[in-house]
């Protein structure tokens, strides 16, 4: 059993930064890929959209809407995945989850999720 706990929301105004934070606990942890998703406001959680993931050979991918913006790194010493988030735009705006699996997936197929964290960007 995975479980998931994600920090480092927030209010922030347009063009900040924010550091999302994943901690993990569970089994071989290291042999998961690791991902973030968001749901906008009014989304379902159907719609969670996928916005970065992490394998365990340290291979990234982005949705191109945050590439050159966001980046994603995962510290297996210590079970933490992070999410550093650049140039934030009000369209960013969403709860933030992280979601652990054996690839990068939609989120339908994720078993493993966190409770999230909300960041809103706004002047």
């Known amino acids: 059993q995975v479980q998931l706990v994600e920090s480092g929301g927030g209010l922030v105004q347009p063009g900040d930064s924010l550091r999302l934070s994943c901690a993990a606990s569970?089994?071989?942890?290291?042999?998961?890929?690791i991902s973030w998703f968001r749901q906008a406001p009014g989304e379902q959680r159907e719609g969670r959209e996928g916005v970065a993931c992490i394998d365990a050979n340290n291979s990234i991918w982005y949705e191109d809407a945050v590439k050159g913006r966001f980046s994603i790194s995962r510290d297996n010493a210590k079970n933490m995945v992070y999410l550093q988030m650049n140039g934030l735009k009000p369209e960013d705006t969403a709860v933030y989850f992280c979601?652990?699996?054996?690839?990068?997936?939609?989120?339908?197929?994720?078993?493993?999720w966190g409770q999230g964290t909300q960041v809103t960007v706004s002047s």
């Open positions: 979601a652990a699996d054996w690839g990068c997936y939609e989120a339908a197929v994720y078993d493993y």
């Open positions: 569970g089994p071989n942890l290291g042999l998961y890929t």
